[in-house]
């Protein structure tokens, strides 16, 4: 299953979390039929973006990430809320590469190493809060830790892997992330930057092992909470009728005088909802009042 481990260590001083995403992955492979790269730049994504929802205090909030990058799978949205049900979309997610340099997939490809990563919290404030940085190499853990140093003021070691097999599934997914309490010190940090270097293929380690037995792994055991995540949509019909309205009525009546209907498709999960005249009508009627 799915989940997100976090707690503290190194003498209570360092905050860490151990995400599994492998379930995740597979499902948004099914839901947008992507290759192995678009997947793996899609997965990373998911999970960072899951890792950030975590943060998140109260039922109603939420927040987006937009990755804006000159690759070949052009741009990434991902979204989530604080119950970690996460839902993204890629724009070229049949995108084929060849492999990087050091024969793994080509993720920096993928995403490019030019443009920004944004993200949006809606917090219940009047205004949401918008946080943007640059993107400094396309592998998007590097991408996501520069944009809590820059925009949050918060140090940040974040190691993501998506590991894709030979019938194009996720065998192993997740992430683990380590952000220093404003009381660590030069001692707390050198801990961290020694357990760094087994991170290097963190998809090796989810292949085979859940959240709890990769932080034994690394950590040695620890005290932590644990949260499901998982993939999930929060469209409906009745959402994207109230975004319809915003149309206007004469637009719609125009739309529906066309084909009889106005079919709209969910770019997250590609479910399709379908609008005949008595469903305008009643649209115009409900959100005009």
Request: hydrophobic fraction near 40%; aromatic fraction near 8%.
């Amino acid at each position: 299953m799915d989940k997100l481990l976090r707690g503290v260590c190194f003498n209570n001083k360092i905050a860490f979390s151990f995400l599994k995403t492998t379930d995740t992955v597979n499902e948004a492979i099914r839901i947008h039929n992507l290759a192995p790269t678009p997947a793996a730049a899609l997965g990373r994504a998911l999970t960072a973006t899951a890792f950030m929802a975590s943060g998140l205090k109260n039922a109603t909030d939420a927040l987006s990430v937009t990755i804006r990058g000159n690759g070949a799978c052009g741009h990434i949205v991902t979204a989530a809320n604080s119950n970690l049900e996460l839902r993204g979309m890629i724009d070229n997610p049949t995108a084929r590469l060849a492999p990087n340099e050091k024969g793994k997939l080509d993720v920096a490809g993928a995403v490019g190493r030019i443009g920004e990563l944004t993200v949006v919290r809606s917090m219940g404030l009047k205004e949401p809060y918008v946080g943007t940085c640059k993107l400094v190499s396309g592998e998007l853990a590097e991408d996501f830790a520069a944009y809590y140093a820059y925009s949050e003021q918060q140090p940040t070691a974040m190691a993501l892997g998506v590991g894709i097999d030979t019938d194009g599934t996720c065998y192993g997914a997740g992430g683990v992330v380590f952000q220093p309490l404003p009381d660590a010190g030069e001692e707390e940090i050198a801990m961290v930057e020694a357990v760094l270097p087994r991170l290097t293929n963190v998809s090796a380690l989810y292949r085979d092992m859940e959240a709890e037995e990769v932080l034994d792994e690394i950590l040695g055991g620890g005290f932590y909470f644990e949260q499901p995540l998982s993939y999930h949509c929060q469209c409906s019909k009745e959402r994207f009728a109230a975004k319809l309205t915003t149309l206007g009525k004469q637009e719609l009546e125009n739309l529906i005088a066309q084909d009889g209907k106005i079919e709209v498709k969910c770019d997250f999960c590609q479910k399709t909802y379908t609008y005949y005249e008595n469903d305008v009508q009643s649209m115009t009627e409900k959100y005009e009042r």
